[in-house]
């Protein structure tokens, strides 16, 4: 692929986002190409070492805020005619509701997920804690060696449950905010690509 196939390939596919936005990414991935090539690569080399145009799209989708994507996307391109204002008015008792009914499952379901993740901690920290505890109630119970000695090793295998819980649960939580990047990601596709109009 030449350098101003690749260009405009990349620019096909960041449509949807500010103009702005657009022209400082192929910008800079020019003035990447151009540097490779001066490095002595051939245009073709120096375009192949970027990487896929998908690649480099979700790149520069994860730098750029969802809510700058969703207004450019929602931002008219021309002015309303009299007759979609009023159709916009008339259904606003039905649009208006339906609306704020989905961003606010969408903001229940966001917050559920970082609540598993804090839930998930609670409970390590709960093992953790009552490890201590039983260790503590070793020392001050009052029903022979023998009970204490329960307690004691009770609590030392509680408090070792709970490191272990400590590592699984940080991997879950990781899995958990690399996928919520996904999922961010996937929405901002379905606002930014295709080709113009």
Not at 132 to 160: E, K, M, P, R
Request: with cysteine; glycine share 10%; charged share 20%.
């Amino acid at each position: 692929m030449t350098k101003s196939e690749f260009l405009k390939s990349l620019c096909t596919s960041l449509h949807g986002l500010s103009d702005e936005d657009i022209k400082k990414s192929v910008d800079y991935y020019e003035e990447m190409i151009d540097d490779r090539m001066e490095d002595g690569k051939s245009e073709e080399e120096a375009v192949e070492g970027l990487g896929t145009i998908d690649e480099i799209k979700d790149n520069i989708l994860e730098d750029i805020p969802i809510t700058k994507i969703v207004k450019e996307k929602i931002k008219p391109k021309r002015t309303l005619k009299a007759w979609e204002i009023i159709l916009l008015i008339i259904g606003s008792p039905v649009w208006i509701p339906v609306t704020a009914a989905m961003i606010i499952v969408a903001l229940v379901l966001y917050l559920c997920f970082w609540i598993v993740i804090l839930w998930l901690y609670a409970c390590d920290f709960a093992v953790f804690f009552s490890g201590f505890a039983s260790i503590f109630g070793a020392f001050v119970q009052n029903n022979g060696f023998n009970t204490g000695l329960f307690y004691a090793g009770s609590g030392i295998a509680l408090v070792g449950v709970a490191i272990l819980l400590f590592f699984g649960f940080t991997q879950i939580a990781r899995g958990m905010i690399w996928v919520s990047k996904k999922i961010g990601l996937g929405i901002k596709r379905l606002f930014v690509g295709g080709k113009q109009k």
